[in-house]
């Protein structure tokens, strides 16, 4: 025990009761084991010279909720074929999405964690088309990589997107060779092995450990869980949507609710070489669908997601569904943002139409039209809904403006800070963790460090 936390426990008998009793005090814990949480672990142990670390996961392994392979879209998002995003949000994720990028060049030679993909964003019509010359006239400078192609390259490139198609149609595409896919839950495996395999730290990985409370005692953090009670002098939150919900019992958040919208998929056989991504919706809070090849294998491409709303903080974990009542809050000022934000005619036919999608039977002939507009001669038949596939993204909705608001939401309070990522929270999971190793190396104090020149020389 070091001299610090003794003082500590020696102002708070409760505290020194409990210290005692598990003889069990981290510098940090880190509570949840997805993709975030892995990586602030990989950053703190290579980084900084804090030396006692836990990672709790309630689940068996890390990453089976949003970061599994199977419940995200597979997309390192740098915003160069995002058309949500504005040149600021492009440039912001594309630093943070380097950061991956980087760590897979080094750490995956053998490419099990990635796959390099083309990618493109397809324009059909002279609307579309003129909106995607301006945009690459304002991105070409900060996508080198990034062209514009035309029909008869496409044609080449992506045979089925170009094959069946209305000649008349103008067709253009921006493309970029460099379309890292991700399997962002061997990436997430990736950063505990380098954590715990290759530094000496001092690292307890707790899986099949959910945290049940988490109470702040003096200056250090109580976390009980079924069959333990340990003390941290810092915790970092990455639980996904289940982060708001350990916020708001410890009086944070509380002007936000959650609109968790899960995301499903249907796959083809090989219909894609690489990403193709269709311009998006104004107004539209989530990606368009889009086509990928699957990153361990080409052979399916994947079309999705969609985006369906559900009371939910974990797809498909029906137990959830009272934890999301609580995180949201049955309170006026909930179901007055909720009623605000379908009030808008555009996303609340897009809410239903994704309800739809999901249907048995008839799901299928309504998304086709979706997929039809990548490929348009893909038969119903080819067309199989991925049954089990897709996670949850967890929407912020802010109760002061009744707004969703987009990206993730980070809440900071006394030595702990929560993390709430939807999309595109996978790719910038680095970026993340650099900024709350920051964070936490502040609330630790006097003796701790982070050597930030290293970290930015390997990986920004
Ligand atoms: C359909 C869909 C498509 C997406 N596509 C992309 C994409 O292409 N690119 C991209 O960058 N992002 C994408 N995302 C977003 C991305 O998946 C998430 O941002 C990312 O996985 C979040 O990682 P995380 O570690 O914060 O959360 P998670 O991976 O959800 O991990 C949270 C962990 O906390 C654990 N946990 C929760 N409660 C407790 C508790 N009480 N005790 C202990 N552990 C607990 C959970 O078991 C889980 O392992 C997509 C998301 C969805 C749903």
Request: with cysteine; proline share 3%.
């Amino acid at each position: 025990m070091t001299q610090a936390t003794q003082d500590k426990t020696t102002q708070n008998p409760t505290t020194q009761k409990t210290a005692t009793q598990t003889d069990n005090i981290y510098d940090v814990v880190i509570v949840g084991g997805g993709v975030c949480g892995t990586a602030l672990l990989y950053s703190l142990s290579h980084y900084t010279n804090v030396n006692k670390i836990a990672l709790i996961e309630k689940n068996a392994e890390v990453a089976l909720v949003n970061s599994k392979q199977s419940s995200n879209s597979q997309t390192l998002h740098f915003g160069d074929i995002e058309t949500n995003y504005s040149l600021e949000k492009a440039t912001r994720v594309n630093q943070a999405a380097m950061m991956v990028k980087n760590y897979v060049l080094k750490n995956d030679v053998s490419q099990e964690i990635h796959t390099l993909y083309h990618k493109m964003v397809l324009a059909i019509g002279e609307l579309e088309g003129d909106f995607l010359r301006d945009r690459y006239e304002t991105f070409k400078d900060l996508f080198p990589a990034l062209r514009i192609i035309d029909r008869k390259e496409l044609a080449d490139i992506e045979p089925k997107v170009v094959e069946g198609r209305d000649d008349s149609q103008e067709m253009i595409a921006l493309f970029t060779p460099d379309g890292y896919t991700i399997d962002f839950q061997k990436l997430s495996q990736s950063f505990v092995k380098n954590a715990t395999q290759k530094t000496d730290k001092s690292i307890d990985l707790m899986t099949d450990t959910r945290v049940k409370a988490i109470q702040l005692e003096g200056d250090l953090y109580r976390i009980e869980t079924a069959d333990k009670t340990i003390l941290a002098k810092a915790v970092a939150v990455t639980s996904g949507a289940h982060s708001l919900l350990f916020a708001k019992r410890l009086g944070y958040g509380q002007d936000y609710a959650l609109l968790s919208a899960a995301g499903s998929f249907y796959f083809a056989p090989a219909q894609l070489n690489g990403k193709v991504y269709m311009v998006q919706m104004k107004k539209l809070p989530f990606a368009a669908i889009h086509g990928d090849p699957e990153v361990h294998d080409a052979s399916q491409t994947r079309f999705g997601p969609t985006a369906k709303v559900l009371p939910m903080l974990e797809r498909h974990r029906y137990g959830t569904i009272l934890e999301y009542f609580k995180t949201a809050g049955l309170s006026f000022d909930a179901f007055r943002s909720f009623f605000s934000i379908v009030s808008d005619l555009t996303i609340l036919w897009y809410l239903i139409m994704n309800f739809i999608y999901d249907l048995p039977i008839i799901g299928k002939l309504f998304f086709i039209r979706k997929v039809r507009k990548i490929i348009p001669s893909v038969k119903l038949r080819e067309l199989k809904y991925a049954k089990g596939y897709g996670g949850i993204r967890p929407q912020i909705v802010n109760l002061k403006s009744r707004k969703l608001e987009m990206g993730q939401a980070k809440l900071t309070g006394k030595n702990i800070i929560f993390n709430i990522t939807p999309s595109p929270g996978a790719s910038t999971c680095l970026k993340n963790a650099e900024d709350d190793t920051r964070q936490l190396i502040e609330f630790l104090g006097e003796g701790y460090s982070f050597d930030q020149e290293k970290f930015s020389a390997d990986l920004a």
